[in-house]
């Protein structure tokens, strides 16, 4: 059923947020940013939460129909207690990006310290526990996702280095060591609703059409930022093309749970899971850092959308 | 009788080594020099900033290290070809000469509407160069790489800027292409000379007690930063156990050359070369203008590295 808005691609559910800070089983600041993925009949999401402390940690929620989750007892991540993890992860581990690759789960978050941001990779095949496989970016670089499979014989990445705001691709032979980095989506600059930085969101997602990228952009306000959600289509063979992006967000805030939290006017996404037979985009987000949130729409929807010519 | 000696490393009485009135051909600036030994006469490669605002590279050569002969021509500039072409538009800084296995690298700042990034080229004979790759993400500067593997693996310093501070990092590399495994080896010091920025100036120097690293540290004043020398110690075999640290500068800007130009208050090395009698001429860009020559010996660097403490 469709929002009784009805302004953006992506539909919301009706019982958003699907899950707030009341449904976990201690007292924390703020809920946000999951990761997820579906293993057989199960939902599950990586979710970001704030301790009361104020840094960030993983917890799971699980679900049977993607709609309805129940959330762990206990964080399945925190910040690592010994080695250079336990250096660049002191503040907390932050917005976790699940890409299944070679029979893996892999997981790009990011390690936050007093050195900044930067990307970390970790590993699981059963979500009960997590391995830490390495640090793999320099400081101040965030949402950095990887693609769910080689092209051309490489790992591939996306990732945002916080200078200029722009989102860059690079590539692995190894996921440990990166190179050939490449400026992949720029701001679009003044009078856009991504005017002034962007960042991955959703992990690439394989569509007919080649690579779906959902990424969030910002417009910088005098009352703050705003953060929205657009999409761009990369070139299967070669994802360093961008052959299509939208003109318009799919997704600005404007319910209430979207407006107000700590970090009011903010959409924010890490996961989103795609029901192959109805082709149907299940998109998890947090809003306003305040709970995760649940919108829907038809790939082929979101697909026409970027690769319009003109948009108003 | 000369005044006290105020710093370690002593000035050539004829300062600039190179002016403005040396570089054949009209130009805006010159400075910051990398400088190398090749066929027993000195190579200098120039930071020359052209009348636009861009900067390019010309070559200079010595019989003694004191008086040059700069080249009519630029020998490294924005390149034609992509990926390069997208990324020195704005263009090329900065460079640093190191010699590793045969091979001339110069690890330079590559400048575009992108933020700067470092960039890798070689040489043999200081004719021709090729560019390699381009190493790091945006925000980043200050690339020097280490003459030999460490632990079998190609390492660099760098200075990634997180906001707005500067740090020394180390990276490493199977082939210079993919780089990774990055870690924090000197930081900041909160109310020192160097509280603001630092960054690698001079490409490790291979001694006995270990990698002398001859680094730029920034204090920001009301009035604008001050950019001065420092020295610093790490083990051979560990780059992240540092084993000494200069309390002091070893050179800070005092004289007209290095007060007043279009970056005033500013010493900043590229390069120096160790004689074989143990002594060290290093070659620093002054006030963004002009090209200077300071000496001392290894020994005494080392010494101020491994005995700093200033008593009061």
Redesign the interface.
Do not use: F, H, T
């Given at each position: 059923m469709e929002s009784k808005r009805g302004r953006d691609v992506i539909h919301r559910h009706e019982e958003n947020p699907i899950i707030k800070l009341e449904d976990l089983s201690f007292p924390c600041l703020n809920i946000m940013n999951a990761g997820a993925v579906k293993i057989g009949d199960q939902y599950i999401l990586l979710v970001r939460i704030e301790t009361m402390k104020g840094h960030s940690v993983f917890i799971i929620a699980r679900s049977k129909d993607g709609r309805n989750f129940k959330v762990d007892k206990e964080p399945i991540m925190i910040p690592a207690e010994e080695g250079?993890f336990k250096?660049f992860e002191e503040q907390g581990v932050a917005d976790a990006r699940i890409t299944y690759l070679e029979g893996v789960y892999y997981i790009v978050y990011t390690a936050v310290s007093r050195?900044?941001h930067?990307l970390a990779l970790a590993k699981t095949t059963d979500f009960k526990t997590i391995e830490r496989v390495?640090?793999?970016?320099?400081?101040?670089?965030h949402n950095g996702a990887l693609f769910p499979c080689k092209i051309n014989g490489y790992y591939v990445r996306v990732?945002r280095?916080?200078?200029?705001g722009?989102i860059?691709i690079?590539q692995?032979?190894d996921l440990?060591?990166?190179?050939?980095?490449?400026?992949l989506i720029t701001p679009r600059g003044s009078g856009f609703w991504d005017a002034d930085r962007v960042g991955c969101a959703v992990p690439p997602i394989e569509i007919k059409e080649g690579w779906l990228l959902i990424y969030y952009g910002v417009r910088k306000t005098s009352a703050g930022p705003i953060f929205r959600l657009g999409t761009a289509i990369l070139d299967r063979e070669d994802p360093t093309k961008v052959i299509g992006r939208t003109g318009i967000p799919i997704l600005s805030p404007r319910e209430y749970y979207e407006r107000v939290g700590d970090c009011g006017n903010m959409i924010f996404s890490c996961g989103a899971i795609v029901e192959e037979k109805k082709q149907e985009l299940l998109l998890y987000y947090g809003g306003a850092n305040m709970g995760i949130n649940l919108g829907t729409a038809l790939i082929p929807d979101i697909v026409s959308e970027c690769l319009k010519k003109e948009t108003i | 009788m000369a005044r006290f000696r105020r710093d370690v490393l002593r000035r050539w009485p004829d300062n600039p080594v190179i002016a403005l009135e040396d570089i054949p051909y009209p130009c805006n600036t010159v400075f910051n020099g990398a400088v190398t030994k090749f066929k027993n006469r000195y190579i200098m490669l120039l930071r020359v900033e052209d009348r636009k605002g861009h900067s390019v590279v010309v070559k200079a050569q010595s019989e003694d290290g004191y008086k040059f002969v700069v080249e009519k021509k630029p020998c490294l500039f924005p390149s034609e070809e992509e990926p390069f072409k997208t990324y020195e538009e704005r263009g090329v800084e900065d460079p640093r000469i190191v010699q590793v296995e045969g091979v001339y690298y110069v690890m330079y700042t590559a400048y575009s509407q992108y933020g700067p990034r470092i960039a890798l080229a070689k040489t043999e004979d200081f004719e021709t160069y090729e560019r390699v790759a381009l190493v790091s993400g945006p925000g980043n500067k200050d690339g020097v790489l280490f003459p030999e593997k460490i632990n079998g693996k190609y390492a660099r310093l760098d200075r990634p800027i997180t906001n707005k501070i500067g740090n020394i990092w180390v990276s490493y590399s199977d082939d210079l292409m993919y780089w990774g495994n990055s870690t924090m080896v000197a930081e900041i010091r909160r109310d020192y000379w160097d509280s603001f920025r630092i960054g690698a100036s001079v490409p490790p120097i291979k001694t006995e007690q270990g990698w002398l690293e001859i680094y730029h540290g920034v204090k920001m004043t009301a009035s604008g930063p001050i950019y001065r020398l420092g020295v610093f110690l790490l083990a051979l075999d560990d780059l992240s156990h540092m084993l000494g640290r200069s309390e002091v500068p070893i050179l800070s800007p005092r004289e007209p050359y290095e007060r007043i130009g279009d970056v005033n208050n500013v010493v900043f090395s590229c390069g120096a070369v160790v004689e074989d009698n143990g002594e060290i001429k290093v070659y620093y860009g002054a006030a963004d203008t002009c090209i200077c020559l300071a000496q001392s010996t290894v020994k005494e660097l080392i010494d101020n590295c491994l005995h700093n403490k200033q008593s009061f």
């Open positions: 250079e250096k050195n900044r930067r390495a640090l793999i970016s320099q400081p101040d670089n990732e280095p916080l200078e200029g722009n860059w690079s692995s032979k440990i060591y990166w190179g050939k980095k490449r400026v | -």
